[in-house]
Every structure is written in structure tokens, then in C-alpha cells.
């Protein structure tokens, strides 16, 4: 037996703009249409706000990424600058760092 769910559908915002649609076409209400569409306006600033939030956290993030990033790279230009290179570097094999299996003085 599947278990099938289907949400969605109209929704608040877009019952309430329906019925107040239904109100303006039928004169019951005296408002400009601005106002009758207004939930639609609500949702869609909304979900404006919405995306500008997490541009603005993403955008955090980005600047945080570049930040480390950029620390990580003085550090290896640093490095280089000294004459350490990935190739200078120790090696680990089977387990053991062979730097430090040679300078323990076996």
C-alpha cells in the first residue's frame, strides 16, 4: 500500500485574495485594487525578504570562507618563503611519521 501526500493548494493568502476578489466583482466592498490584491503583495514581499536574508547570510559565509582561505594561504606563502614546500614535508607511512622515526635517535 502506498502512502501517497500531496500538499500544496491555494493556501490562506490565496483563499483570502480570492474572496476578496469575489467581494470587489460582486460591489460589496468599495476598495481599490491594490487593497484586494494586497495578500498577494504581503506573500510576494515576503518572500523577498525572505531571499534577502539569506543573501545576506550567504554572503557571511562567503566573506568567512575568504577569510580562512585567505589566512591559509599567508601561512603556505609563509612556508614557501622559508623553503617549506609539500615535497619538504614529512611523509606518514604505515602509521608512523618518518620524520620522527628517524630523529628518535635509532
Known amino acids: ?12 493568502a490565496g483563499l483570502l485574495t480570492l474572496l476578496f ?13 491594490w487593497w484586494v490584491l494586497s495578500p498577494m503583495w504581503i506573500l510576494f514581499g515576503g518572500a523577498i525578504l525572505i531571499l534577502i536574508i539569506i543573501g545576506i547570510l550567504g554572503g ?8 580562512q582561505f585567505g589566512k591559509c594561504l599567508k601561512k603556505q606563502k609563509y ?3 622559508i623553503g ?3 615535497k619538504t614535508l614529512p611523509r606518514k607511512s604505515r602509521g ?3 620524520y620522527f622515526k628517524k630523529s628518535k635517535g635509532g
Do not use: Y
Request: charge should be positive; aromatic fraction near 10%; hydrophobic fraction near 40%.
Open 1 to 12: 500500500m502506498t502512502n501517497t501526500h500531496n500538499s500544496g493548494g491555494v493556501g490562506f
Open 21 to 33: 476578489i469575489a467581494l470587489k466583482l460582486l460591489d460589496k466592498i468599495d476598495w481599490s485594487w
Open 60 to 67: 557571511m559565509g562567503v566573506i568567512k570562507w575568504k577569510r
Open 79 to 81: 612556508l614557501r618563503n
Open 84 to 86: 617549506i614546500t609539500s
Open 96 to 98: 608512523e611519521n618518518e
